[in-house]
């Protein structure tokens, strides 16, 4: 795709695009035109061209919902809501007919026409969920400059491969993820996290495809291929969701089979009954059970909750939350506990230096300087820390020999003639010619009770300072948590680091409790428990080790910037942005979700008892009846529709 901009102008003669894209929309309107011409010619007088008009108003409105019907009757042997519908108009139609009252038919057709503008909406929301689909496939070019033999050559994208350098140039889509190998640039990545600032990115810096290159240009290499790049990932669930159907769904739909046989079965009672008992008319009585057939019809009840929640997903995807289906919605508007995994979650799981403490008479920036030169030599996490922390302060590093590594322990070596060693304080400790000063040694234990890695640095036997380094608490994870707490959700803490690092961290961000020291199966056992306890509990977890976890959990939330392969394909709901607070607006949107769904389901049944009274008493007439009952269902779906406005999920968590 060479230009993802590009308009495009529908070509005379040919369908309207909006026709083709909402095809139940076309249907609904083109039923409407004919009721309304059939309308008028009754009206005029023009009884014969009335009739044949809307009876062509019933083919064309009434023709899905009948095929559905059928389906529904021929294959299962069940009765549905489309096939109710269906009977009554054709039971209105044939009344009119028979009693020459042809205003009858008009009300059928307005019964259909209202039916099919239900439909005609549902089919909105579904819509929007694929055009949410078309969008982020857009955001993929087509093609990529790929470096072969010194020189740039543009190929299809899907053709790139592992290990493939392709160049990037100012204002360029990024076509698929990679590492930047040279230059530096500024990417917005608003498409996949929700923010509109652009984030500096440099050599070993990972870039997504479906972002905006800035002003820079830089070249990547591949390190998966473009299917497995995480915008493919969201398209493929973002289809996942649209499929997909909440319990709650599903067992309104079965609920519907009985119900409409229980409709059905009363409905011939009291197209029978009446004249026996009542002493009624027959066209009185067979009238009355017409209008029965629709004011029962569950329709608005069908119609309470997928909107809305389809609304909801579309909602979240806009705010860089992807929830796979309605059902995992639905559960984020009820969770009663959170359990989160620490490093990459609550942590940004990136080691810095933390602390620099040096010996008396030793400056500050020496030990960074002595240490980094050594730790240059090292792949360790540890290593990369001090060696950036030491580029940010602008120290140089000094030249190296004889380096040696103990795996585990540290690494020793010769800094410009001069014996240096680095590394744990059992390691250092050995080869010290003196009993190390006691401010040191306090500093040294006071850090590790944090939680903290403490590095000791000798030169010449000497100790001549220590560093620590700690993986960084998220900037939001303090807010996030104290959020939870005001809105009584449980928070715990589960993690593979040791219990005096999680301590730590459950300290500062006011954690509930903790379950440390633990593998994957042991995260496991503890959701269990958790449940057992809580009921309703959700698992944000990031790595490899927490997908068991999230699987286990009632709903599995992952870290989509930074999270594992595995963890976002086992996870329910995806932060697409690396910020937790998203997690809070999750829980927003699906509170509000099920907090509509309940309004929409009292509205539904009270709509259904009003108008099944009114119709006992003789109050209703047919074309009340069709109004009231496919009123409510539009009400209904159009209060569903309300998580599509912009500022849902800004207000989200004030409906909580």
């Not at 799981?349 to 030599?377: F, I, K, M, R, T």
């Not at 607070?581 to 259904?608: D, M, Y």
């Amino acid at each position: 795709m060479e230009n993802v901009t590009q308009l495009r102008f529908p070509q005379q003669g040919r369908i309207p695009s909006w026709f083709k894209t909402y095809p139940a929309v076309a249907t609904a309107a083109l039923c409407a035109l004919l009721t309304l011409l059939g309308w008028l010619a009754l009206v005029a007088g023009q009884v014969g061209g009335a009739v044949w008009i809307l009876l062509i108003a019933y083919g064309i409105g009434g023709y899905e919902s009948a095929r559905e019907g059928l389906t529904t009757l021929w294959q299962e042997r069940e009765l549905d809501v489309d096939l109710l519908m269906i009977v009554a108009a054709l039971g209105a139609a044939t009344l009119g007919l028979w009693q020459r009252e042809y205003y009858l038919l008009v009300d059928g057709a307005i019964l259909i026409l209202i039916f099919a503008i239900s439909g005609a909406l549902e089919d909105i929301a579904l819509q929007r969920t694929e055009r949410n689909i078309r969008s982020l496939m857009q955001l993929t070019p087509d093609t990529a400059w790929r470096w072969q033999g010194g020189q740039t050559q543009r190929i299809k994208t899907q053709q790139l491969q592992v290990g493939d350098r392709i160049l990037i140039k100012p204002g360029e889509l990024i076509p698929t993820d990679g590492v930047v190998q040279t230059g530096s640039s500024t990417v917005n990545q608003a498409t996949l996290t929700g923010e509109s600032i652009p984030v500096e990115k440099g050599i070993g810096d990972e870039v997504f495809g479906g972002t905006l290159n800035g002003s820079g240009a830089i070249t990547v290499e591949l390190h998966q291929p473009p299917e497995s790049s995480l915008i493919q990932r969201v398209i493929r669930l973002v289809e996942q969701a649209k499929t997909s159907q909440p319990r709650s769904q599903l067992f309104l739909e079965k609920f519907e089979r009985g119900y409409a046989r229980l409709i059905v079965g009363v409905g011939l009672l009291l197209a029978i009954m009446p004249p026996l008992l009542l002493a009624w008319s027959w066209e009185t009585t067979i009238y009355r059970a017409l209008i029965f057939l629709v004011v029962a019809s569950p329709c608005a009840l069908m119609a309470a909750i997928m909107p809305t929640l389809l609304s909801g997903i579309a909602q979240g995807a806009r705010q860089g939350i992807l929830f796979k289906d309605g059902a995992q919605l639905e559960t984020m508007g009820r969770i009663e506990a959170i359990a989160f995994d620490k490093t990459g979650t609550l942590t940004t799981g990136v080691l810095q230096v933390s602390d620099l403490v040096p010996a008396a008479g030793v400056a500050a920036n020496h030990v960074l300087q002595v240490a980094a030169s050594l730790e240059a030599y090292s792949e360790h996490p540890i290593a990369d820390a001090i060696v950036a922390e030491a580029q940010q302060q602008g120290l140089s590093l000094l030249s190296a020999n004889a380096v040696q590594a103990a795996i585990g322990q540290g690494i020793v070596g010769h800094l410009a003639g001069t014996l240096t060693r680095i590394g744990k304080p059992q390691f250092v400790t050995a080869d010290l010619s003196e009993t190390a000063d006691s401010h040191l040694l306090q500093a040294s234990h006071q850090l590790e009770a944090t939680g903290k890695t403490v590095i000791w640095v000798t030169e010449q036997q000497h100790l001549i300072g220590l560093l620590a380094v700690a993986d960084q608490i998220r900037p939001q994870a303090a807010q996030v948590l104290a959020i939870l707490k005001q809105l009584g959700i449980a928070t715990v803490i589960l993690t593979g680091d040791n219990a005096a690092t999680a301590q730590t961290l459950a300290q500062l961000v006011a954690v509930e409790a903790v379950y440390a020291d633990l593998l994957p199966e042991d995260k496991v056992d503890a959701i269990e428990k958790l449940q057992q306890q809580y009921g309703t509990v959700a698992m944000v977890g990031d790595g490899i080790n927490d997908a068991p976890a999230l699987a286990q959990a009632s709903v599995g939330i992952a870290m989509g910037t930074t999270g594992s392969d595995v963890a976002l394909e086992t996870a329910d709901v995806v932060l697409m942005g690396d910020r937790l607070e998203k997690l809070t607006q999750a829980i927003g949107i699906g509170a509000k979700s099920q907090r509509i769904v309940k309004q929409n389901i009292a509205l539904a049944l009270t709509s259904i008892a009003l108008l099944m009274v009114a119709n006992f008493f003789g109050e209703l007439t047919l074309p009340a009846g069709v109004l009231g009952h496919e009123g409510a269902t539009l009400l209904v779906t159009l209060n569903g529709l309300r998580l599509l406005r912009t500022d849902a999920a800004i207000a989200s968590i004030s409906y909580l």
